[in-house]
């Protein structure tokens, strides 16, 4: 593997491995309705901004959508050996 690849799956396992926007909006939410911080608040409005959570899911989408085209051009590949 060159570098630019290595790079590439170390950035995807970060996306995989961290949770989701909405499960820490959600987990705010939680933790305010028992104890209201201000930074909780700040947190929580930062976490519910629609452009925020749209590159979120923008990002999660595309590591996705990378991992899954890996997975067929890998099964292409070992096709096409068992074939020759």
């Known amino acids: ?6 790079s590439a799956e170390r950035w995807r396992d970060r ?3 961290r949770g989701s926007i909405e499960q820490d909006r959600k987990t705010l939410a939680r933790l305010i309705d028992y104890d209201s911080d201000p930074f909780e608040v700040e947190l929580y409005e930062h976490f519910s901004d629609p452009l925020i959570r749209l590159v979120d899911k923008a990002t999660r989408s595309y590591a996705g959508q990378y991992d899954r085209r890996l997975r067929r051009l890998r099964e292409r590949a070992r096709r096409s050996r068992a074939d020759q």
């Open 15 to 17: 996306v995989r491995r």
């Open 1 to 6: 593997m060159d570098e630019a690849q290595v």
